[in-house]
Antibody, heavy 124, light 110 residues
Framework: QLQLQESGPGLVKPSETLSLTCTVS??????????WGWIRQPPGKGLEWIGSISYSGNTYYSPSLKSRVTISVDTSKNQFSLRLSSVTAADTAVYYC????????????????WGQGSLVTVSS | QSVLTQPPSASGTPGQRVSISCSGG????????VNWYQQFPGTAPKLLIY???QRPSGVPDRFSGSKSGTTASLAISGLQSEDEADYYCAAWDDSLNGWVFGGGTKLTVL
């Protein structure tokens, strides 16, 4: 059974950089059939896609966050990571990592497996 | 403000059929497939419907999805108390070149 687990600091100061890592177990991150992504959810609000990465390092970022986001992959550790710079209180959210599979019938990717989420609070 | 528009709330009594709408545009729902997620408080979203109307293994056939033009719908028949949750639609947006989500619908089972 595939599992994803987020890890990283739960508290980040304003203007600093938020860093999270997602460790994948029960399956390999090195498959061309999947993308790996980050989605966040501010307290009491809806879901927002941050960005995604392939095992080979191709990245796709949300236009609204692109200037501050970096997603990277480490296939040797079966992990991928998120860095979000210059954070403010508006970046306080539960951050989820997730896998997207390639629905070959339609050509679109679908997020199917999600981590349990990691609450990151931006505060001094 | 979400790119995809959902009603903030919906409700029904046990056994009823409930439908939740998701309205988008020509760059997302009209041309791309729609997925639906179910989320209970304090837990991660769970994939409920993908590619407009496909159910992942283990999802009861009480849940169904459909799409017409720029609007997608999630229907739940034979409503049960354990269906009380938040439901989100999602689709790829060609203009934004990324995934977009609806604002979510809180379903209450009366």
């Amino acid at each position: 059974q595939l599992q994803l687990q987020e890890s990283g600091p739960g508290l980040v100061k304003p203007s600093e950089t938020l860093s999270l890592t997602c460790t994948v177990s029960g399956g390999s991150i090195s498959s061309s059939s999947y993308l790996w992504g980050w989605i966040r959810q501010p307290p009491g609000k809806g879901l927002e896609w941050i960005g995604s990465i392939s095992y080979s390092g191709n990245t796709y970022y949300s236009p609204s966050l692109k200037s501050r986001v970096t997603i990277s992959v480490d296939t040797s550790k079966n992990q991928f990571s998120l860095r979000l710079s210059s954070v403010t209180a508006a970046d306080t959210a539960v951050y989820y990592c997730a896998r997207a599979f390639d629905d070959t019938l339609t050509g679109f990717y679908v997020f199917d497996y999600w981590g349990q989420g990691s609450l990151v609070t931006v505060s001094s | 403000q979400s790119v995809l528009t959902q009603p903030p709330s919906a409700s029904g009594t046990p056994g009823q059929r409930v439908s939740i709408s998701c309205s988008g545009g020509s760059s997302n729902i009209e041309t791309n497939t729609v997925n639906w997620y179910q989320q209970f408080p304090g837990t991660a979203p769970k994939l409920l419907i993908y590619s407009n109307n496909q159910r992942p293994s283990g999802v009861p056939d009480r849940f169904s999805g459909s799409k017409s033009g720029t609007t997608a719908s999630l229907a739940i028949s034979g409503l049960q108390s354990e269906d009380e949750a938040d439901y989100y639609c999602a689709a790829w947006d060609d203009s934004l070149n990324g995934w977009v989500f609806g604002g979510g619908t809180k379903l209450t089972v009366l």
